[in-house]
């Protein structure tokens, strides 16, 4: 029987809790046992405040699920004591005692190519069959949980669609470690994420490049950055809110966020978060130099934006039906670099690979500074809900509380400015690099 983190135990077999889980218990310690043929939880009961344990083994998808428990333990110790009984006796076991009877189907694979291999993205197919890449693995874990309620997730997955699916199981991973469990009874919206705090729903969206639209390279910097960038967002946005997910009889009163996550471009999402908040707010933080050399942040009004014949007011949340949505999130991290880093810290990955990030952090709303860390080291810490921001709704028929997403970087529009509340770190952006030893072997992964 061996330890493994939280981290370590998430990733592979987080998504097994049901949501009254975490009402009535508080887990304890993680372990592992046979090379992770067997998991094993130590749980505190809340009512009793007595202990407990489960034993989870591999059902026929692949997925881990429950095949023992133990409850009314006296102390932590003498629970932990037990479960190095259990989990001797169940690593034993043949992988078929471990099967539930309900399983339907085959298990999901997001690698086994559904489409030509002229058609598969080309960072998918990179990263698919490539040793160098710890967030395969990561996925391959995921894919077993990952419910495909459309029906063509592994299809847009490996084709047109990476980015955005991506995106979506980032904020699949993000919940989960906040203590969030998933309902997918309903196809719309998204998720419908259920914890201790509450319920929301969210609804996940992406900025994706422009078919026919203006050319970029022929933009000046203001019209990039002061008008083409605010009019993606409210293009993403403002299509979603023509759904009228708040129109549909299961969603009612519940929370409704959009998640939207910028890929108009190769790494855009590190440079336009500005253009996000200027476009749900309707004000530009700016940066100021005094003439003592200090600097100061203030706040401008933004009207409309413009370009060619296209006007758009901004301030999405003063917009018409807007006060459904009760909040905005984004990450500029939820991308696939943030699954390679993630898996590392998670055990994933060879050990020789050498994983360095460089990128921006939040000095206030307008000002930034340069960072550097490296992720294989053994003082790197990381968390999926690093570089989160939420972006309350000042209309909000239903406002969202802090507290049901206590880590993310929370942003109020109030008196005509806006007050946030970051975390110590809080990165704008950022750039990883995956550093192979000399004697690596990145030998390419079968698929099938």
Same mark, same amino acid.
């Given at each position: ?5 939280? %981290?370590?135990? +998430? ?13 009535? @218990? ?6 592992e ?12 009961d809340?009512t ?10 591999r ?9 023992r ?11 932990? +004591?037990? %479960? ?5 006796k169940?690593? !034993?076991?043949k ?21 030509? +291999? ?11 069959i490539?040793?160098?890449?710890? $967030?395969?693995? /990561? ?5 077993n949980? *990952?419910?495909?309620?459309? &029906? +063509?997730?592994?299809?847009?997955? =490996? ?8 995106w ?22 998204d ?19 422009s ?8 933009l ?5 950055? *002061? ?6 967002? $409210? ?20 929370p ?23 476009y ?8 100021? =130099?005094?003439?003592? &050399?200090?600097?100061? @942040? #203030?706040?401008?009004d933004? $009207?409309?934006?413009? /370009?060619?014949?296209?006007e758009?007011?901004?301030g999405?949340?003063? =917009? ?23 898996? *590392?810290?998670?055990g994933? &990955?060879?050990?020789?690979? =050498? ?11 307008a000002? %930034? ?7 294989? @080291? ?8 690093? $570089? ?8 909000? /028929? ?6 049901? #997403? ?10 005509d &400015? ?14 990883? !690099? #995956? ?8 030998? !390419?992964?079968?698929?099938s």
């Amino acid at each position: 029987m061996k330890p493994i983190s939280k %981290l370590r135990f +998430n990733s592979i077999a987080g998504y097994v809790r049901d949501p009254i889980l975490f009402v009535i @218990s508080e887990e304890m310690e993680w372990y592992e046992a046979g090379n992770e043929k067997v998991l094993g939880v130590l749980f505190r009961d809340r009512t009793d405040n007595d202990f407990g344990l489960c034993v989870l083994g591999r059902d026929q998808l692949k997925r881990f699920r429950a095949v023992r428990i133990v409850t009314s333990l006296p102390s932590l110790k003498r629970a932990r +004591n037990q %479960l190095r009984i259990e989990l001797a006796k169940c690593v !034993k076991l043949k992988k078929e005692e471990f099967y539930q009877g309900d399983e339907k189907g085959e298990p999901l694979n997001f690698f086994k190519p559904v489409v030509p +291999n002229e058609k598969l993205n080309r960072v998918f197919r990179e990263v698919s069959i490539r040793r160098a890449h710890p $967030g395969r693995d /990561l996925l391959a874990e995921m894919m077993n949980w *990952y419910e495909d309620v459309d &029906g +063509n997730f592994v299809e847009q997955f =490996q084709t047109t669609g990476f980015d955005a699916r991506v995106w979506e199981l980032y904020l699949y991973a993000v919940f989960i470690e906040l203590g969030y469990a998933f309902d997918r009874t309903y196809a719309m919206p998204d998720f419908l994420c259920t914890g201790i705090p509450g319920k929301f729903f969210v609804e996940a969206t992406t900025v994706n490049p422009s078919i026919g639209g203006p050319d970029i390279e022929a933009l000046t910097e203001e019209q990039y950055f *002061y008008h083409y960038l605010p009019l993606k967002f $409210g293009s993403a946005l403002f299509s979603k809110l023509k759904k009228k997910y708040w129109t549909l009889p299961h969603v009612g009163d519940i929370p409704l966020l959009f998640a939207i996550q910028d890929f108009h471009q190769p790494f855009s999402m590190s440079w336009s978060t500005n253009a996000l908040i200027e476009y749900l707010f309707g004000v530009r933080p700016v940066l100021l =130099q005094r003439e003592d &050399g200090a600097t100061a @942040s #203030i706040i401008e009004d933004v $009207g409309i934006y413009k /370009l060619g014949e296209k006007e758009v007011p901004s301030g999405f949340f003063f =917009q018409p039906d807007s006060e459904h949505v009760s909040a905005v999130i984004a990450n500029p991290s939820g991308t696939f670099a943030k699954f390679d880093r993630m898996a *590392y810290l998670a055990g994933f &990955g060879d050990r020789k690979l =050498q994983i360095f990030r460089e990128g921006y952090r939040f000095r206030g709303l307008a000002a %930034l500074e340069e960072f550097q860390a490296a992720v294989h @080291s053994s003082d790197y810490s990381e968390t999926w809900a690093e $570089g989160l921001s939420i972006y309350h709704n000042p209309k909000a /028929l239903h406002p969202l509380p802090e507290n049901y #997403i206590p880590t993310a970087a929370h942003h109020y529009f109030k008196n005509d &400015g806006i007050l946030s509340h970051m975390p110590e770190f809080h990165p704008a952006g950022s750039l990883t !690099k #995956i550093f192979l030893p000399k004697d690596f072997i990145d030998v !390419k992964l079968d698929n099938s």
